[in-house]
T-cell receptor, first 109, second 115 residues
Framework: SQQGEEDPQALSIQEGENATMNCSYK?????LQWYRQNSGRGLVHLIL?????REKHSGRLRVTLDTSKKSSSLLITASRAADTASYFC?????????FGKGNQVVVIP | EAQVTQNPRYLITVTGKKLTVTCSQN?????MSWYRQDPGLGLRQIYY???????DKGDVPEGYKVSRKEKRNFPLILESPSPNQTSLYFC??????????????FGSGTQLSVL
């Protein structure tokens, strides 16, 4: 099955700095999605980018997708303490979403 | 309020004692799915359902059963739980098929411990 792999696995930054996470995958996809999880709670959808899109913005989030390299990146600009969470990429194929292992981000006030 | 509701939130049981984790959504969603989350392994899909009476295996279906008799409910059944099924379980739903670029809505999770 397909699976996204996030890199780096853990990130610690100061409030106000930007946070960048990368995700790689192995097979062709219809779309790639990013989710956030706070402290073992349910995941919350952040943004979806279709396979024919290269970049997408939503508030302080910017996602890029490079299908030739099978990779995506999530940028959170001007981070806040409330952005502290785990971030997962998920790739869609054959009506299933396959999740990566997650990326722990800690924003220090 | 639109939501996916899982029960119970926490469950401690013993090996071999059958249990059911319930999942219900009030959004008239077609697609429902179960995931388990383990440290270092991320989320892995157990089963999914694209509509009533239609269920399919995910990546780790062994030891689990599901049913989709009604659109809103998608219970996860462990007929004979074992310690390696100790995990954090999530139910999720989506308005339509994921190939139409739909997102998943997640429940709050069920932390299961099998002793």
């Amino acid at each position: 099955s397909q699976q996204g792999e996030e890199d780096p696995q853990a990130l610690s930054i100061q409030e106000g700095e930007n946070a960048t996470m990368n995700c790689s995958y192995k097979t062709s996809i219809n779309n790639l999605q990013w989710y956030r999880q706070n402290s073992g709670r349910g995941l919350v959808h952040l943004i979806l980018i279709r396979s024919n899109e290269r970049e997408k913005h939503s508030g302080r989030l910017r996602v890029t997708l490079d299908t030739s390299k099978k990779s995506s990146s999530l940028l959170i600009t001007a981070s806040r303490a409330a952005d502290t969470a785990s971030y997962f990429c998920a790739t869609e194929g054959n009506n299933r979403l396959a999740f990566g292992k997650g990326n722990q981000v800690v924003v220090i006030p | 309020e639109a939501q996916v509701t899982q029960n119970p939130r926490y469950l401690i049981t013993v090996t071999g004692k059958k249990l059911t984790v319930t999942c219900s959504q009030n959004m008239n969603h077609e697609y429902m799915s179960w995931y388990r989350q383990d440290p270092g392994l991320g989320l892995r899909q157990i089963y999914y359902s694209m509509n009533v009476e239609v269920t399919d295996k995910g990546d780790v279906p062994e030891g689990y059963k599901v049913s989709r008799k009604e659109k809103r409910n998608f219970p996860l059944i462990l007929e004979s739980p074992s310690p390696n099924q100790t995990s954090l379980y999530f139910c999720a739903s989506s308005p339509g098929t994921l190939t139409t670029n739909e997102k998943l809505f997640f429940g709050s999770g069920t932390q299961l411990s099998v002793l």
